[in-house]
């Protein structure tokens, strides 16, 4: 798979959950289905998805968007949510083993594939008791050619651990930029030989170098309405804090000819070599910047370094 993947929340349009706005507001099908074109044109060749991303809508543009390039590509969907596609609203969640073998038929057949790379988990706090169950649900799945290899999106170390004892588990998703290192999730991936595909590179796009103090984001859009794990933004604003620490890193993540999220990108590169940034994509302008950051390549050791300095960690 690529070193830099993408991320496919936005593309799935609007839903919602408990009434407030979970997607990234309104798209234009054509535009995702060029951007992920674009991407692959780039060297961008994992996906990944989620079944609740539009309820349904995000699995079945990559399969537009995919068609005849199957073999090409690594794509990745997630599991645990209960969702009603007329509506587009989140009802719940469900991780029982009935459920997991609907929702990865249903998966497989938005996406039109006969398997899935990379099914994950995507309740992070799922109970640690379900784990074994939950294991052995997927190596079923596995045995099937259903899926290939299964995850967990979440960011407990002590979750990753546990789930890692399962023979397929490949990779844990957990959150992860230059603004919020995760050291106790890399060690975990590191003990168990796991992939780190890294949510929120950008910081839900604060690290694109687009919002300042004064921006305000709409109410259709997951960070206008701000929910409390939304940390980056509050009340559709971009948080103080979080900006003053991007200012104090910019010009080093701006060196070398780097955009601002380039840079970002840059610094999870030099970060580990397990992790797979994943950066929202939804236009052919953020296709080709993100994929811009492969030609760049990581950060070095010495910016790593004054980073963490400035940073005070």
């Known amino acids: 798979m690529s070193a830099i993947g993408f991320g496919a929340w936005a593309i799935g349009g609007p839903f919602t959950k408990a009434g407030k706005p979970a997607g990234w507001g309104e798209v234009d099908d054509e535009v995702s289905v060029a951007a992920v074109h674009r991407a692959l ?8 998805t989620a079944d609740v991303y539009g309820t349904g809508h995000s699995e079945q543009v990559l399969r537009r968007a995919l068609a005849g390039r199957r073999d090409e590509v690594v794509i990745a969907t997630k ?13 719940g969640t469900d991780i029982s083993s009935d459920h997991i073998r609907r929702a990865c038929r249903a998966s497989l057949e938005r996406l039109g594939t006969d ?47 546990a789930f890692a004892k399962g023979p397929h588990c490949a990779a844990v998703q957990h959150e992860f930029n230059v603004l ?5 999730m890399l060690t975990v991936c590191d003990i168990h030989d796991l992939a780190s595909v890294n949510r929120g590179p950008l910081a839900m796009g604060l690290l694109s170098g687009k919002y300042g103090k004064d921006s305000q984001l709409p109410m259709n859009d997951v960070r206008g309405d701000s929910p409390a794990w939304m940390t980056y933004f509050r009340d559709g604003r971009p948080a103080p804090e979080f900006l003053a620490k991007l200012d104090a890193v910019r010009d080093i993540l701006t060196s070398g000819g ?6 970002a990108l840059g610094w999870l590169l030099a970060r580990s070599e397990r992790t ?8 052919v302008g953020q296709a080709e910047e993100n994929g811009g950051a492969l030609q760049h390549g990581p950060l070095n050791a ?12």
Not at 41 to 48: A, E, N, R, S, V
Not at 141 to 161: F, H, K
Not at 258 to 263: K, P, V
Not at 276 to 283: C, D, F, K, N, Y
Request: proline letters at 5%.
């Open 79 to 91: 599991f645990g949510n209960v969702f009603d596609t007329q509506t587009r609203t989140l009802t």
């Open 180 to 184: 919020r290192d995760a050291p106790s």
């Open 41 to 48: 044109d780039l060297g961008i060749t994992f996906f990944d």
């Open 276 to 283: 797979v940034p994943i950066p929202g994509i939804r236009t």
């Open 115 to 161: 398997h899935i790379d990379l099914y994950q988990l995507h309740i992070g706090d799922a109970p640690l008791e379900r784990v074994d169950d939950l294991i052995a649900t997927l190596e079923e799945l596995v045995d099937g050619g259903l899926i290939r290899a299964y995850g967990w999106s979440t960011d407990d170390p002590e979750r990753v651990a």
């Open 302 to 313: 010495e910016q790593l370094a004054q980073i963490d300095e400035l940073l005070t960690r």
């Open 258 to 263: 780097r955009t601002l999220a380039q840079g």
